[in-house]
């Protein structure tokens, strides 16, 4: 009898601690995915940023240093590629083991990243070529901007007022914080009651 209970708690134990360490390996990302998608939107920028863009054939030097100025956050993402395709890949597994709600940040954090390059795209070939350089009503004029300020509140990060993403951002990474401390709560508490 005390075999089969020792062998059920070895195996309890190993699972619990399976469960820890996926917990914990997801949390770490989601830390890390925060702190990367802050550098992607970080307003300050080298000159050589964006550079890397392919240009259009005829494309005019202005036109290419809006474009440029937008690709940046294209460039800077694909120096945490491999951050987001581990947590792309870690994300069925996360599900499996803490089920399917546990998916929500993952989708969560994908969402804000295709919102961060629509952003992009639409600035760099639709609002900021237009600015300054087309003629508009006022009533044009005030949209236009308005358009480009919300869009602008996605792609930069330019403080806590007008930030569009980093409390969304801030969000997902508490919603895997709550999944994750359950997870070792339940642990702990299993563990106490075993060697009462």
Do not use: C
Request: glycine fraction near 6%; hydrophobic fraction near 40%; charged fraction near 35%.
């Amino acid at each position: 009898m005390s075999l089969v209970v020792g062998v059920s708690a070895w195996r309890r134990e190993f699972v619990g601690k399976r469960r820890i360490e996926l917990a914990e390996s997801v949390l770490e990302k989601f830390y890390e995915a925060a702190d990367a998608i802050r550098a992607i939107r970080n307003p300050f920028a080298h000159t050589e940023e964006g550079k890397s863009r392919k240009r259009d054939e005829g494309e005019l030097d202005h036109e290419s240093t809006l474009l440029d100025r937008a690709y940046r956050v294209f460039e800077r993402y694909q120096k945490h590629e491999t951050l987001f395709a581990d947590l792309r890949a870690m994300r069925y597994r996360f599900m499996a083991v803490f089920g399917k709600m546990a998916g929500e940040p993952f989708d969560d954090l994908n969402k804000i990243l295709n919102e961060i390059f629509a952003a992009a795209q639409m600035l760099g070939t639709h609002y900021w070529p237009r600015q300054g350089r087309v003629q508009m009503s006022p009533e044009e004029q005030k949209e236009h901007l308005e358009g480009k300020h919300s869009l602008e509140a996605v792609f930069w990060h330019m403080g806590e007022k007008n930030d569009a993403i980093t409390p969304r951002v801030n969000v997902a990474v508490e919603k895997v914080e709550a999944i994750t401390r359950k997870v070792v709560e339940q642990q702990v508490g299993w563990w106490r009651r075993l060697w009462r």
